[in-house]
């Protein structure tokens, strides 16, 4: 097995896969809805333990991805025209 070839050898590069990135977006936010409404239900132990980061975590798991379903939209624009 060779590890380098030359220009000459080498078959062209295959075409960019399309893919739908907003869908993989959705359901990783629709998972941190899921759970921080499940936080919020045990929002009084959480407290109590000293644990009420994990709510926070949630809330910056939407922020993050809010920003990447823009991000998504964006590009998805720039790439139609």
């Known amino acids: 097995m ?3 070839l030359k220009d000459s050898e080498r078959r062209p590069d295959p075409e960019p896969v399309q893919t739908d990135d907003r869908k993989a977006m959705l359901v990783g936010m629709a998972l941190w809805v899921l759970g921080l409404a499940l936080l919020l239900l045990f ?3 959480l ?3 000293g644990n009420l980061w994990w709510l926070w975590t949630a809330v910056a798991g939407l922020v993050l991805g809010l920003i990447g379903l823009l991000y998504t939209h964006v ?7």
Not at 75 to 81: D, E, H, L, V
Request: hydrophobic residues 25%.
């Open 75 to 81: 590009r998805r624009g720039k790439q139609s025209r």
């Open 2 to 4: 060779r590890i380098w």
């Open 47 to 49: 407290n109590e333990a």
């Open 43 to 45: 929002i009084e132990p």
